[in-house]
């Protein structure tokens, strides 16, 4: 934290709040920038994430390299190297990511960005089954009273695409919901396994296996050649969504929780849909139905619900890493 912030404690709280309204921004905007690469320009789905992945490795390269040698030890589980803590949390995300990459070709931006509020469902889940701590939370009316909003919003979102083209749907459906696991597993490992190091740290290691992991996955399953006739505004806008989403995001929202704690934090990125369908109708023309936008609002509400029922049994719990680099 910076210096005026100890002894501003008011212009601390400002810039945390303004820190997770830029988070907010960042992470909405992705599901639209995807769309575009994915839908609009007919990109390789796994090259676009490899590609993306690979500039946020290049922007945290140094940012190891300094802390590794600041560190040397400090902070960190004894015996345990953090390039070890972090196989685990790397793991996790590499499930969220390649799934959140391939769901463009199955789903549209809004949609995305309201499912994708499903993963603090799924952090707390995972919480209850790994952290000992978190199981009060199943005996809780808040607590199952959220999951069922949560999962009846999901229903009402899919209902109609799934009556009208079947399979289709249903793989966008399973492929968003994979990825929701795996960012809500990717939190709870991060709590487990990489409590003992900076978050700069522990994410730019975790970046850098995603990284070489992304790229050995598009070379075996995508079509890098696609990447061939891009313009230079599409590789303009595939470094920056890599440096929003996965660079720039992630350490608003980390200085957003340090200030102001993990629930507040997640309360304002529940906000985040509505960048994301803000954005895809006015630069994508996407919207949604009447009933998938009820669904929508079903999972954020039941995410809401979660989040209360947490800070009651658990006010200083840590919440969950953001999805959706």
């Known amino acids: 934290m910076p210096l005026y912030a100890m002894h501003h404690p008011r212009d601390s709280r400002v810039a945390a709040i303004a820190c997770l309204i830029g988070a907010m921004l960042c992470f909405g905007c992705i599901p639209v920038f995807l769309r575009f690469f994915v839908a609009g320009e007919k990109l390789d789905a796994w090259a676009v994430n490899a590609v993306r992945y690979a500039v946020a490795a290049l922007f ?5 390299v300094v802390l590794m040698r600041r560190q040397r030890g ?12 972090a196989l685990v949390p790397a793991a996790m995300n590499l499930v969220g990511q390649v799934t959140y990459g391939l769901s463009p070709a199955y789903a549209s931006a809004p949609t995305i960005g309201f499912l994708l509020r499903l993963s603090f469902a799924f952090a707390v889940l995972f919480g209850v089954v ?14 199952l009273a959220g999951a069922g909003v949560c999962a009846g919003g999901v229903v009402t979102m899919f209902a109609e695409r799934v009556a009208a083209e079947g399979s289709v749907s249903l793989a966008g459906l399973g492929i968003l919901v994979v990825s929701t696991m795996g960012w809500g ?13 900076p978050a700069r740290l522990g ?4 970046c850098l296996y995603t990284a070489v992991a992304l790229i050995v996955l598009a070379l075996l399953f995508g079509r890098p050649a696609s990447l061939g006739g891009a313009r230079g505004v599409v590789w303009g806008a595939l470094a920056g969504s890599a440096l929003l989403g996965i660079a720039f995001g992630q350490v608003f929202y980390y200085r957003g929780i340090r200030r102001l704690g993990p629930v507040v934090s997640s309360g304002v990125m529940l906000a985040q849909p509505i960048v994301t369908y803000t ?6 023309g996407e919207t ?26 658990s006010p200083e719990a840590g919440g969950p890493a953001p999805a959706g680099d």
Request: charged fraction near 15%; hydrophobic fraction near 55%; glycine fraction near 14%.
């Open 60 to 64: 945290w390269s140094p940012a190891v």
């Open 74 to 85: 400090a902070c960190a589980t004894p015996g345990r190297s953090v390039w070890r803590a």
């Open 130 to 143: 790994f952290i000992a701590e978190e199981r009060r939370l199943v005996r809780t009316p808040l607590f």
């Open 185 to 197: 597993a990717y939190a709870v490992s991060l709590r487990k396994c990489m409590g003992g190091y």
């Open 203 to 206: 994410f730019g290691v975790i």
């Open 279 to 284: 954005g895809a109708a006015a630069f994508l």
């Open 288 to 313: 949604l139905t009447w009933l998938q936008a009820l669904g929508g609002l079903g999972v954020v509400g039941g995410g809401a619900l979660l989040l209360a029922a947490e800070a009651r049994v």
